[in-house]
């Protein structure tokens, strides 16, 4: 049974940056595409970023300010979110998905228990 739990949120200044990590246990995840998601009070969980292989996609709104990368070796998933803005608070969570790299949340089959970003302003 796999598990991953997130860490690295926290109370950030707009402009700032905050290093997500995303580690993976009870498996080997090498083989799986990981995601980042996020969901701010009161909306819908959204996708933010993906990693499968060597390939990475990112949500239009943060493309240019976040780096998702993995260190298969060390079972962990990072987001280096850069120039962060007000409308990035949310709780940002990590999963993984059996079917490589992928936007949709039902794709995702482990997820972790999310962790606060908050940016302010």
């Known amino acids: 049974q796999g598990q991953l739990v997130e860490s690295g949120g926290g109370l950030v200044q707009a402009g700032g940056s905050l290093r997500l990590s995303c580690a993976a246990s009870g498996r080997t995840f090498s083989n799986y595409g990981m995601g980042w998601f996020r969901q701010a009070p009161g909306k819908e969980r959204e996708f933010v970023a993906a990693?499968?292989?060597?390939?990475?996609t990112y949500t239009d709104s943060v493309k240019g300010r976040f780096t998702i990368s993995r260190d298969n070796a060390k079972n962990t998933v990072f987001l280096q979110m850069n120039s962060l803005k007000p409308e990035d608070t949310a709780v940002y969570y990590c999963?993984?998905?059996?079917?490589?790299?992928?936007?949709?949340?039902?794709?995702?089959?482990?997820w972790g228990q999310g962790t606060q970003v908050t940016v302010s302003s």
């Open positions: 999963a993984a998905s059996r079917l490589g790299l992928a936007l949709r949340k039902d794709a995702y089959v482990y």
């Open positions: 990693i499968s292989g060597g390939t990475t």
